[in-house]
T-cell receptor
Framework: AQSVTQLDSHVSVSEGTPVLLRCNYSSSYSPSLFWYVQHPNKGLQLLLKYTSAATLVKGINGFEAEFKKSETSFHLTKPSAHMSDAAEYFCVVSPSGTYKYIFGTGTRLKVLA | DVKVTQSSRYLVKRTGEKVFLECVQDMDHENMFWYRQDPGLGLRLIYFSYDVKMKEKGDIPEGYSVSREKKERFSLILESASTNQTSMYLC?????????????FGPGTRLTVL
């Protein structure tokens, strides 16, 4: 069965330090993978997506993620956290050939001044 | 600016009431989705529609129904609201085709059932 595991429910970093949000997935051959961000009282916004092109994907606001098939991972990173990055982040997998999008349970990122 | 709008941001209903949540998208998307979002559970799919009048059950369809009479509008119906349906409801849309198209989300409706 397809699934997504976000390994940390909460992550705290200091402003200016790197961010790492971890995501592992279980899916069929060639899934599409997404990261979404949800700021308080806002809808979800796409950060980036992987659809079998380059394995290193660059997104908005300086975020990027690397698709590692051998590790079934799609971790989200950013070199330097900003206060405005404080939000909840969702990793999503969509198995090839389906309409389904399977969401992880979310990681809440806190950025300390 | 592309948009998915939901009829209400906050809604309070009583147990047993029939509740309608409306979603409209202006992007001419084929696919539309209803999710509920609960703390620690992420987003769970209730129903989705890939064309007008077409619908498929998601992971948690019990207690819900949907209607899609026009391409741009997708309604979620709670036939008889119960307290365990208190949640945040999110509507999304995406282009036709499968799996690789991003979803666009509305701002959500926070429903409280008393």
């Amino acid at each position: 069965a397809q699934s997504v595991t976000q390994l940390d429910s909460h992550v705290s970093v200091s402003e200016g330090t790197p961010v790492l949000l971890r995501c592992n997935y279980s899916s069929s051959y060639s899934p599409s993978l997404f990261w979404y961000v949800q700021h308080p009282n806002k809808g979800l916004q796409l950060l980036l997506k992987y659809t079998s092109a380059a394995t290193l994907v660059k997104g908005i606001n300086g975020f990027e993620a690397e698709f590692k098939k051998s590790e079934t991972s799609f971790h989200l990173t950013k070199p330097s956290a900003h206060m405005s990055d404080a939000a909840e982040y969702f990793c999503v997998v969509s198995p090839s050939g389906t309409y389904k999008y399977i969401f992880g349970t979310g990681t809440r990122l806190k950025v300390l001044a | 600016d592309v948009k998915v709008t939901q009829s209400s941001r906050y809604l309070v209903k009583r147990t047993g009431e029939k509740v309608f949540l409306e979603c409209v998208q202006d992007m001419d998307h084929e696919n539309m989705f209803w999710y509920r979002q609960d703390p620690g559970l992420g987003l769970r799919l209730i129903y989705f529609s890939y064309d007008v009048k077409m619908k498929e059950k998601g992971d948690i369809p019990e207690g819900y129904s949907v209607s899609r009479e026009k391409k741009e509008r997708f309604s979620l119906i709670l036939e008889s609201a119960s307290t365990n349906q208190t949640s945040m409801y999110l509507c999304a849309s995406s282009q036709g085709g499968r799996s690789y198209n991003e979803q666009f989300f509305g701002p959500g409706t926070r429903l409280t059932v008393l």
